[in-house]
């Protein structure tokens, strides 16, 4: 069983540009986040989706910014116009779909974004 | 919504001594409280949970107590070792969200 994959693993773009990241989560999960973390800092909660859904996108940026989990493929972070405060490390981690109580978060590799 | 907080930031400790990192949450609903390790340029990884019916879980050196009263939670690293050296999350999760503490860097010195 594969782990969360995240493509790509580095990604350079210039100013103004769009960035892609995408995520596919382990297999028989249904839950994907997406995380943003800068240099030496913490794991920043971004968007929390289902297949179709988006459950909790507070804490993504109004603008830019927007995420999709479709029903075939992986859930893609867009991230429209960059700027240089985009450069981060983006995590997708996925759960399975649980009933009650919560689950293990396993995470990807990360996509590192570096914006020039 | 829910607020972690998370102390210290940094920490070193001699090689064999204990570490210890405590988190605070605030939603009294929280009921899952994992604990992750992210190596240098690694992806987080989970190191140990515990559920809210249970206070204290230990895993070969590694321990977490939680005071659901007080609504705060630590890890508790004994005989440490260089490669525990990363930095350390903790998170509170109800339901399917999950609030990730601001990290601490463990430094584990020789």
């Known amino acids: 069983n594969a782990g969360v994959m995240q493509n790509p693993r580095h990604l350079v773009r210039r100013r103004g540009q769009e960035a892609r990241l995408r995520c596919s989560p382990m297999?028989?999960?249904?839950?994907v986040y997406w995380y943003r973390q800068l240099p030496e800092e913490g794991l920043k909660f971004m968007v929390y989706?289902?297949?179709?859904?988006?459950?909790?996108e507070s804490g993504m940026p109004k603008e830019r910014f927007s995420a999709e989990f479709p029903k075939e493929g992986p859930s893609i972070l867009r991230i429209q116009q960059v700027v240089r405060g985009d450069s981060a490390a983006y995590f997708c981690?996925?759960?399975?779909?649980?009933?009650?109580?919560?689950?293990?978060?396993?995470f990807g590799e990360g996509s590192r974004l570096t914006v020039l | 919504g829910e607020n972690v907080e998370q102390h210290p930031s940094t920490l070193s400790v001699q090689e064999g001594d204990s570490a210890v990192i405590k988190c605070t949450y605030s939603?009294?609903?929280?009921?899952?409280f994992p604990w992750y390790k992210q190596e240098l340029g690694k992806r987080p990884q989970l190191i140990i949970d515990?559920?809210?019916?249970?206070g204290e879980k230990k895993d070969q050196r590694i321990a977490v107590t939680l005071n659901k009263t007080a609504k705060h939670f630590s890890l508790h690293i004994t005989e440490t070792q260089p490669e525990d050296s990363a930095v350390y999350f903790c998170a509170a999760s109800k339901g399917n969200q999950f609030y990730f503490g601001t990290g601490t860097s463990l430094t584990v010195i020789p």
């Open positions: 989706l289902q297949k179709e859904n988006i459950i909790d």
């Open positions: 297999k028989g999960h249904s839950h």
């Open positions: 515990i559920r809210s019916n249970v």
């Open positions: 981690a996925s759960s399975p779909r649980r009933q009650s109580n919560t689950g293990e978060l396993f």
């Open positions: 939603d009294s609903a929280s009921n899952y």
